[in-house]
Structure formats: structure tokens, C-alpha cells
């Protein structure tokens, strides 16, 4: 006989929703015949807050962030060449479809807020808790919004012809994350109204930048008599026989240029994150994914056109982050073009900040909500505020450590260095995953289904990128002062200590303990659902 005491070990919430089940969100019957039983994960009911509109602005607001004004200068510094960076940012594109398409079957198949949370879960389902422990160890040490803080930061300080001590550029970017987390979780609705006003911003600021260079071939016609100050431009840097001059083919310097064009992209599946809040979210999904991506890749192409038109390779390469503000410095002056746009960007990046605010928030009560965060039976209410509370303070202290700890310079590209390398080793499991559920439960109901090649290239580029960083590049330097492979061997750690993590929690401590963890649901004080994890101690 064996005697069971239930002792509560972590108890969460959804972020300020009833557990109240939805039929609708079950599998057809026509799954069962699989072999498989299975059952979705359960939808709680919610307000829908979001409609199609300020769910395209929730997606193309975290799409053009800061990668199309920042990025562009450390790309074409390791390309070394026009024809080269433009050919990673097609291929960018077409790998950032194919990656759109995996969560577009997801989110129409699991229509719940999570994200990549809910569909790792979903697909591996064996060893338990091992998904959900990577997504909890990931969202606390890498779920960070410093990049954009930084660009905020920069672009500000570069308006107003400020050269700022360490602290003082630390000290902008933390305010502005301070402020946004304040906004957010206490005023709700004023936030949402804020980040969908920026996101229009944005849109009407990178299509005004893009069109420059469209701009300066009609209306800016090369006159000999003018003098080299005023000349924009002096020689056609698309000419076929420049276009591939200093192309630098390393596969090192390649794939940190491939990531950073996903970091331009990340976000096509921003809205999977808040699917609960989304007004009829399987179509939402169907159709917002689509237009932030057709409207940011033709946007992005136009701007590092414009970038080539206007500002010359050697000072493209020595930008570093302010690529954007040479642009518009030499376009209108040192008054409009040095102030206004780089202010612009400052707001368009804010306005990156603000979404991906809002969204990793409630990853973070999702995870949460299962108990794979300590406290977080405080970390899932949603009291005093109806807003994630919890989800917030987790995102915002590893932001502000990475803000603040490490010295300025490649600070930049390395955050996103090590942000892209374990993003894509979970890319690769939720694509393997995918293929996994289709043959695990073929029948289910798919309102939307991904490309079957879409799959595979991705799950072959995903391999190869993982693999890149430790092929040495020519002079056995990165885009960064720092050993070739760092970033790698970083990202790759994260990914190592949450599964060390994970077998400490779930299976050394139980059998040292002789207990088991179990799921059971409860409510909270404010009537949330929730659902704890328990130790489950056997008494033989």
C-alpha cells in the first residue's frame, strides 16, 4: 500500500484568466484515431482586448525594431560587400517565411497565449518537464529587451550631438525600460494605446527611410558642377563589377550576419504570444503573420538600397549602430537629418520595447502558471492592476542586468549573438516538434498547414547556423573582439544549464526524496485558475 501527502511546491496563474474550459479548443474526434489521446491544452476564457489592427501593429511594431536601423553596418562589415549582404537579407527573408509558416500551423492548432512555450510543450511530452524547464531557464537568462533599450539610447544621445559617459548612455536605456514597465503594469490600456500609436510611427518612418533612395535617383540627378559636399552620391554602387568587390564568403562571418537578419524578423509570431486576448485568433494568425512580413521585407530591402545610395561602403561598415543617422544626416542636413530622424528612431525603437514588453510579460505568467518560477503564486496574479505584474519584473531584471553590467563597444552585436544561437537550436526543436505532431496525431484539425519544404529548409539551415561558429573564420575574429566562437559557446551553456537544472528539480531530488512532482489545479484569491505543481511523497 502506499499512502499519498500532497505538499505544494510551486503554485501559478494565467495571467488574470478563469480556467473556465473552452470545447471549442479540443481535438476533433477524428484525432483519436491516431492511437493517440489527445488532449489540447486548455484555453481560459479572457476579455478579447486585441483586434486586427492592434494585433498587426503588436506583430510589425516588434518586427521593426531596431534591426534595419542598427544591424546594417555590422552586416556589411563582415559580408564586406553590396551584392553579398543583400543576397543574406533574400535569404533572411525566405528562411524568416519558412520559420512564420511552423508557427502559423502551431498557433491555429493551439490557439492559447505561450507562444513557442505551448508548442514545445505540446510536441515533447517525454521527459517530463524538460520543455517547460528550457523555456523557464531561456525567458529568465536570455528573455531580455536590452538591444532596443540601447539603440534608444544611442539614437538620442546622436540627435542632440551628445558624446555620453558609460553611464549616462546606461542610464537613458534603463529609464526607458523603467518607464515602459511602469506604463504596462499599471495603466494597461493606456500602454496597449501608446506601443499601437508608435507602431503607425514606425511604419510611416522606415517607409519614408526606404523611399530615400528611390528619392535620390528621380529628384537628385549627379551634376558635375556641384561640389563634393553636396553630392549624395558619386558613382553607381550597384555596378556589377563593384557589387561583389570584398565579398567575405567565411561561413563564420555568414551566420552571425544570418542572425542578425532573424533578429530584423523575430517577432512574425508575436501575436501567438497573447492568442487568449486576440479577437477570432486563427484567422488573426492567418492573416497578420503574412502582412508584417510582406510589409517589413519589402520595407527592409528599400532602406539598405537607400543605405548604398546614400551613404559610402567604408563609413556603412564603420557605422556601428548609427548606420540610420549617416542616412539621414546626409540627406537633409545636419539640422533635420541629424535631429528630427534619429529622434524618430529613438521612438521607434521605444516603441520595439514597449511590444516585446508586452508580449514576454505573459510568456513569463505562462510559464509561471505552471510553477517553473519560485513565488509564483505572487508572479501569476494579475492584482492590483489586471496586468502581469510578475511577468514584467521578470522580464525587467534581466534586461537591466544586461543593460548595466557589461562594458559598452560590441556589447550590441553580442547581445544579439547570443540571443540568436540559442534561439535557434528551440526554432529547431519547434520545427522537429511539428513533425513530430503530424505523425503522432494526423488527423487533427488544421486550419492552416506549414510547407512541407518550408520545413525541411529550415530544419537544414537551422543545423548548419548552429554549426557555423565553430568554423573559423580567415583571421579567426567574429564581428566582436571576442573569441570566434563565444557567443556560441554561451548560448549553448544556457541551453546545458537548464537541462542540468532540470534533472536536479525533476528526477535527482524526487528520488533522493522519494517523491514524485504532479500537477494539480487550483484558484487563486482573485478567482484565477491555476495549476500547482505538488510533491507526491510514497509511503511503502
Known amino acids: 500500500m502506499s499512502n499519498t501527502e500532497i505538499e505544494p511546491l510551486l503554485d501559478s496563474a494565467a495571467p488574470g484568466y478563469d480556467t473556465v474550459h473552452d470545447p471549442s479548443y479540443d481535438s476533433p ?11 489540447l491544452p486548455e484555453a481560459p476564457s479572457h476579455r ?18 531596431s534591426g534595419v536601423f542598427a544591424t546594417p553596418g555590422s552586416i556589411v562589415k563582415s559580408t564586406g560587400s553590396i551584392g553579398l549582404t543583400l543576397l543574406l537579407w533574400l535569404v533572411g527573408t525566405i528562411l524568416a517565411a519558412c520559420g512564420m509558416a511552423v508557427s502559423m500551423e502551431f498557433g491555429c492548432m493551439l490557439p492559447r497565449s505561450g507562444g513557442d512555450k505551448v508548442y514545445l510543450e505540446y510536441a515533447y511530452r517525454r521527459p517530463k518537464f524538460l520543455a517547460s524547464t528550457l523555456i523557464a531557464v531561456q525567458a529568465v537568462l536570455l528573455g531580455f529587451t536590452a538591444s532596443n533599450s540601447i539603440i534608444f539610447a544611442k539614437y538620442i544621445l546622436f540627435a542632440f550631438n551628445i558624446e555620453p559617459t558609460e553611464y549616462q548612455h546606461k542610464a537613458l536605456a534603463v529609464g526607458l525600460l523603467t518607464l ?114 510582406l510589409t517589413a521585407g519589402a520595407l527592409y530591402f528599400l532602406a539598405n538600397i537607400s543605405y548604398f545610395l546614400v551613404v559610402p561602403l567604408d563609413e556603412i561598415k564603420n557605422s556601428g549602430e548609427l548606420v540610420a543617422g549617416l542616412l539621414f544626416e546626409r540627406l537633409f542636413g545636419a539640422h533635420v537629418g541629424r535631429v528630427l530622424f534619429p529622434l524618430a528612431i529613438a521612438i521607434s525603437a521605444a516603441g520595439n520595447v514597449m511590444v516585446v514588453t508586452f508580449a514576454l ?103 548548419a547556423l548552429l554549426a557555423a561558429p565553430f568554423f573559423p573564420p580567415p583571421d579567426r575574429k567574429g564581428d566582436v573582439h571576442f573569441f570566434y566562437a563565444t557567443y556560441a559557446i554561451v548560448g549553448a551553456g544556457v541551453i546545458l544549464f537548464g537541462i542540468v537544472y532540470w534533472y536536479i528539480w525533476t528526477v535527482l531530488l524526487p528520488r533522493w526524496g522519494n517523491y514524485q512532482l504532479e ?19 510514497r509511503i511503502t
Open 29 to 39: 474526434p477524428d484525432a483519436l484515431h491516431s492511437g493517440f489521446q489527445n488532449k
Open 48 to 65: 478579447k482586448a486585441l483586434n486586427w489592427s492592434s494585433a498587426y501593429i503588436l506583430v510589425i511594431s516588434r518586427v521593426i525594431g
Open 180 to 293: 515602459i514597465t511602469i506604463v504596462h503594469g499599471c495603466f494597461l490600456k493606456t500602454g496597449i494605446w501608446i506601443q499601437n500609436i508608435l507602431g503607425w510611427v514606425k511604419i510611416f518612418l522606415i517607409m519614408a527611410m526606404s523611399l530615400t533612395g528611390i528619392w535620390v535617383i528621380l529628384l537628385r540627378p549627379y551634376d558635375e558642377s556641384m561640389s563634393e559636399s553636396d553630392r549624395v552620391v558619386t558613382n553607381n554602387p550597384f555596378a556589377w563589377d563593384t557589387l561583389w568587390e570584398g565579398s567575405n564568403w567565411s561561413w563564420s562571418l555568414i551566420s552571425t550576419s544570418i542572425f542578425k537578419i532573424f533578429y530584423s524578423y523575430a517577432g512574425l509570431n508575436n501575436v501567438n504570444n497573447v492568442l487568449n486576448e486576440v479577437k477570432d485568433p486563427i484567422k488573426t494568425v492567418k492573416t497578420v503573420c503574412p502582412a508584417g512580413l
Open 361 to 463: 510579460a505573459r510568456v513569463n505568467q505562462e510559464i509561471a502558471r505552471q510553477g517553473f518560477l519560485p513565488w509564483s503564486h505572487l508572479l501569476s496574479s494579475s492584482r492590483p492592476f489586471n496586468s502581469p505584474l510578475g511577468g514584467l519584473l521578470v522580464h525587467y531584471i534581466p534586461s537591466i542586468l544586461v543593460i548595466s553590467l557589461p562594458p559598452q563597444g560590441d556589447v550590441y552585436n553580442f547581445i544579439l549573438d547570443v540571443e540568436g544561437y540559442p534561439g535557434q537550436i528551440f526554432a529547431l526543436a519547434i520545427t522537429v516538434g511539428l513533425l513530430i505532431v503530424r505523425r503522432r496525431e494526423p488527423f487533427l484539425h488544421r486550419p492552416f498547414k506549414a510547407w512541407t519544404w518550408a520545413i525541411w529548409l529550415r530544419i537544414v539551415v537551422c543545423i
Open 519 to 537: 500537477e494539480e489545479k487550483g484558484v487563486l484569491e482573485d478567482g484565477t485558475g491555476i495549476t500547482k505543481l505538488v510533491r507526491s511523497y
